[in-house]
């Protein structure tokens, strides 16, 4: 019997590179996403069937894998893609703005993962795959909110994993550097204030840097091939950087002092 992958935020980047790659590998793909009216070309691929799912809405949640099992019989996969940047001085940042980035990256999460323990517990199998961010072990100026999201995606995977092990069920962390998708455009917010003008002068340096980097860096291939090793490789290990595991080193033996000046040469030089 094939097996089932069931991926949120699969309209666009890494989520659609995700779904085209498992279904290249043979397994069902269950493409979720917030209107799948807009996705007819996944829709045309066979074994993959889209599906309405909002990650800030339960019963969409609820809906999207009860319908997943009845197309397809079974998931064995769960892979939490959903998610988006809220970008700019924290100063500048509304309570709802606040909300509706932890409500997205962290709680919709929290949701979907509610939703799929149950069934992996009783199967006494299962990977939940988190697309966390190498922004989850460490920052930059004006990626605050985002930032505190992944760190909290982190802290949460980790802790789950101790839970979930005895069942059978996988806990993976995916850690992207920069990837080439819409996160620079259609998946950023960014933060203003009226009357705010402080941070125009550094926000006039960071910007462009940070969108440079993610014009210069690889296609979301890498982080799909990253999923599918996590879902596949049979271990217990936890945490997948695809092309960030050099920074992240670095940050691991480096004093901060000298990290953070790093940092600050390269996005607000």
């Known amino acids: 019997m094939s097996k089932v992958v069931f991926i949120t935020g699969a309209s666009s980047g890494i989520g659609k590179e995700t779904a085209r790659l498992f279904q290249s590998k043979e397994w069902k793909v269950a493409a979720t996403m917030r209107d799948p009216s807009g996705s007819e070309d996944l829709q045309r691929i066979v074994d993959v069937e889209c599906f309405r799912l909002d990650v800030t809405d339960p019963e969409s949640i609820r809906d999207a894998f009860s319908a997943a099992l009845a197309r397809f019989g079974r998931i064995d996969a769960v892979v939490n893609n959903a998610g988006y940047g ?122 462009p840097n940070m969108a440079k980097a993610g014009a210069e860096a690889p296609g979301p291939g890498i982080v799909a091939e990253a999923i599918y090793t996590a879902v596949n490789d049979g271990s217990w290990k936890m945490r997948y950087s695809p092309n960030s595991r050099l920074i992240l080193a670095l940050r691991k033996v480096l004093p901060d002092s000298l990290f953070f000046a790093i940092v600050r040469r390269s996005v607000l030089r």
């Open 86 to 207: 809220a970008v700019g001085p924290f100063e500048a940042a509304s309570k709802d703005e606040i909300s509706r980035q932890f409500e997205t990256n962290v709680f919709g999460l929290m949701n979907v993962c509610r939703e799929a323990i149950p069934y992996f517990r009783e199967a006494k199998r299962g990977t939940i795959v988190n697309v966390a961010s190498m922004g989850g072990r460490i920052t930059f100026p004006f990626y605050s909110l985002y930032h505190a999201s992944k760190w909290a995606v982190e802290g949460f995977s980790e802790s789950l994993h101790y839970e979930l092990r005895p069942f059978g069920i996988r806990v993976k962390i995916i850690e992207p550097g920069p990837i080439k998708t819409d996160f620079y455009d259609r998946s950023m917010t960014l933060l203003e204030k009226e009357g705010l003008t402080a941070y125009d002068h550094l926000l006039d340096k960071a910007m």
